[in-house]
């Protein structure tokens, strides 16, 4: 029989691995204690040594991460995505999990190679996919645990919180209609994009329902978010073609851009021309005038997604999918409030 002291003399410990594996006992401990500082290939070398060595979560306790719930983003965290964030990690905290943030794109057999030593590594229980590119691998991910898409919903097959674009850029067209506007620019990003597909989709649709057609020139598509390409291709538009009544933009970036290009072409906003933008963020909000946009609830996305993956890692649902569309608040401010006709 096994004493005590055979056991403690046997455990595997951070050394023991970090000799293993060729790699520092300091990557070692911080691949235990914070694994979204390494790197999946130290990840997995990781993993390899543990295996060698017969590591087991029941005799070296003292390895064992708590269970995790890891967020997976492709860009770069940004305060829009912060609040999401925010209340993903608000779900797991109350359920006990820890959060991991990784930023990485799953789009091959290597990657989800990697994704799996990790997901063994750290002991994962479900990752959340904020703004995900590419569902072709959604299907290997979810054999190892549940997912949930957040914010643009890439395939039917998985659970996904997002917001209705139709009835958010419907609230918009309709405030700049009330106003007596129908020469509209609708100034958009790349269509690779689920929300700037659908809230051109709903553009599109709201000038049908008002027998309105469209004209050449009157949707306008960049390649990428970019302040930059919106100035100079609204001081371009602004300077060279007759002046729409109004410009929406799919984002307060973008929006802030039309309006400092309309001052270069000393157009005043809103006098002349109302802008309207999107997301509510910091831009809205220092730029002159302040942009008329809309408000995503954020937080309650990225906590309501926390809340169904909870439900697919503890087995309290049986129901396959989940599409969840919160609503959204128009937001109006001085970019779009014109001057009534006949006032001084």
Known sequence: MQTGKD?????????????ASGISIATVSRAVNHPELVNGRTAARIQAAM??????????????????????I????????????????????????????????YDSDEKIGELAQRIKLNNIKGIVFINAL????????????????????????????????????????????????????????????IYAKERQDAFIS?????????????????????????????????????????VFAVSDLMAAAVINAARICRIDVPEQMLVAGFNNDDYSMISQP???????????IGYTAGEILYDYVSNRTSKPTRFIRLDTELIIRESTMAPISGQN
Request: hydrophobic share 35%; proline share 6%; glycine share 4%.
């Open 290 to 300: 302040k942009i008329t946009t809309v408000s995503q609830p954020l937080f309650n």
């Open 134 to 193: 590419s569902s072709s691998y959604f299907s290997n991910i979810s054999e190892m645990v549940p997912l949930v898409q957040c914010l643009e919903p890439i395939s039917t097959d998985y659970s996904c919180v997002s917001i209705d674009n139709q009835r958010a850029v419907y609230s918009i067209m309709e405030h700049l209609f009330r106003q007596g506007k129908r020469n509209i620019v609708f100034l958009n990003g790349p269509q690779e994009s």
């Open 7 to 19: 056991n403690k003399k046997n455990r595997v410990t951070v050394n023991d691995i970090a000799k």
């Open 206 to 246: 709201f000038m049908e329902l008002n027998s309105l057609a469209l004209r050449d020139g009157q949707i306008i598509n960049l390649p990428s978010d970019n302040y930059d390409m919106a100035l100079s291709t609204f001081v371009r538009l602004l300077s060279s073609s007759d002046l729409p009544e109004a």
């Open 74 to 105: 492709q860009t770069p965290v940004n305060s829009f995505y912060a609040k999401v964030i925010e209340g993903i990690a608000a779900s797991a905290k109350l359920h006990g999990y820890r959060v991991l943030i990784n930023q990485d794109v």
């Open 51 to 72: 295996n060698e060595l017969g590591y087991s979560p029941r005799n070296n306790s003292s390895l064992i991460p708590p269970d995790s719930l890891l967020i997976n």
